[in-house]
């Protein structure tokens, strides 16, 4: 078939060309009934046209139809008992049939739509679990086909005792990514034997979160993750007996959780070191860094002291890789009053502590401490910005550094603080 042409006074119409008659008929829109049949024009026709009216629009795509699948006895039954299947498609006007599916195995054949549902009754499932769907077929391309999101069942041995599953989540609702995250199961009767497998859902997926966990004697069972991606999650817990003929198996109800994406920035170190008359003396708790008190060197013209950084965490996880560099800097040291060791006199030889596999990374260049004086202006040692380090990769890295102060043998005694600023880009 193919169609031609001609000018339109009013109306819609479509002009439909019988190639091997040379035909035209006329139908018209959107009443789609025949018009009227134009006789031969010609050999061969070959174009197919529509022309809307002043007043009617041009025909648009199909209805996009939706599917929701409910089964009854809800959640569960047992085995050999009828569960019946409800799809249920929307529009309610939409007409076809739905097929409905165990995993990928259908139940029987398709079933025909009629008042914006079908249903199934089956009495054939087998005792476990089971992931029921439907899939809507159209019979006219006035709408588009359907498939349900997946529904867990489950199944139960007849005369197996009644178990039940509770989840709990710390911390509860929300964590940020990468950090632990604990779940713990308790299933009821405690004596029931088996394990427990831990079920994220997101967008509708439900995906394992680690392997099955064996039931304690005490009922529960627990696994720690910190594997959770950013986004919101449904978490839930699935117990399977060891033996189904004795027990039922049991799933908890889901738990809503939000997983935070990571946060980036700067995060700083004190650095602290106690001038004393004839010696040297550190102290340093949690973040800080505690340096033993400078001794004299050999020349006697100068007192030094040397330490580590404590080691620094950096985990990538952005999308794109787009590398990062850390860098450090810091200021004159101080003793809370007037005296000052100047922070060019801070050196740093930068270590890579360890890398995730997909990771690599180069060292900063070791900066040389300089040996001045607390007015001296310039910008050498660390008092200026010094790169640590600069890598690539998805992961979590651990850096550190080599640090080494040079202190004036004028210097007053006392305790003195600088900060240093760690930076990561």
Not at 151 to 166: D, F, I, K, R
Not at 296 to 319: C, E
Request: glycine share 12%; net charge negative; aromatic share 4%.
């Amino acid at each position: 078939m193919a169609g031609v042409s001609g000018p339109m006074r009013s109306g819609s119409q479509v002009y439909v060309a019988n190639s091997s008659t040379g035909a035209i008929t006329v139908i018209g829109v959107p009443s789609y009934a025949v018009a009227k049949t134009i006789p031969s024009v010609g050999p061969d026709p070959i174009a197919l046209v529509y022309r809307p009216g002043p007043s009617s629009p041009a025909p648009s795509g199909p209805t996009t139809a939706k599917l929701a699948l409910s089964a009854s006895p809800a959640g569960s039954s047992t085995q050999g008992a009828s569960v019946t299947l409800t799809a249920n498609v929307t529009p309610s006007t939409a007409t076809g049939v739905v097929t409905f599916y165990d995993g990928t195995q259908a139940l029987g054949g398709p079933v025909t739509v009629s008042g914006g549902s079908a249903s199934l009754s089956v009495t054939a499932l087998a005792a476990g679990q089971h992931s029921l769907s439907a899939q809507f077929v159209p019979d006219s391309t006035a709408y588009t086909s359907a498939t349900s999101p997946a529904t867990p069942y489950l199944v139960n041995v007849p005369g197996a005792t009644a178990t039940s599953t509770a989840l709990a989540v710390s911390p509860s609702d929300t964590a940020p990514e990468h950090t632990p995250v604990a779940l713990t199961a308790t299933v009821t009767p405690a004596g029931a034997s088996g394990t427990v497998q831990f079920v994220d859902t997101r967008s509708g997926i439900a995906t394992p979160v680690g392997g099955p966990v064996t039931v304690g004697a005490d009922g529960t069972a627990a696994l720690t993750t910190t594997a959770l991606p950013s986004g919101q999650h449904t978490l839930g817990a699935v117990f399977t007996p060891t033996s189904t003929s004795a027990y039922d198996i049991s799933a908890s109800a889901g738990v809503a959780y939000q997983v935070t994406a990571l946060a980036t920035g700067a995060t700083g170190e004190n650095i602290t070191t106690t001038v004393l008359p004839g010696a040297l003396v550190i102290s340093v708790a949690n973040s800080q860094v505690v340096l033993p008190s400078p001794v004299l060197d050999s020349a006697g013209d100068l007192m030094t002291t040397s330490g580590n950084l404590n080691p620094i965490t950096l985990t990538d996880t952005r999308a794109g890789n787009p590398g990062w560099t850390v860098s450090c800097q810091v200021g004159d040291f101080s003793d809370g009053g007037a005296n000052r060791i100047n922070g060019q006199n801070l050196g740093l030889a930068p270590q890579i502590i360890d890398l995730s596999a997909a990771q690599h990374a180069t060292v900063g260049n070791a900066v040389t401490p300089a040996a001045v004086e607390a007015g001296d202006t310039g910008q050498g040692g660390l008092k200026s910005a010094q790169t640590l380090v600069t890598g690539q990769g998805l992961g979590t890295a651990h850096f550190g550094g080599g640090l080494t102060l040079n202190v004036p043998t004028d210097t007053a005694p006392g305790t003195y603080t600088a900060t240093m600023t760690i930076t990561a880009i």
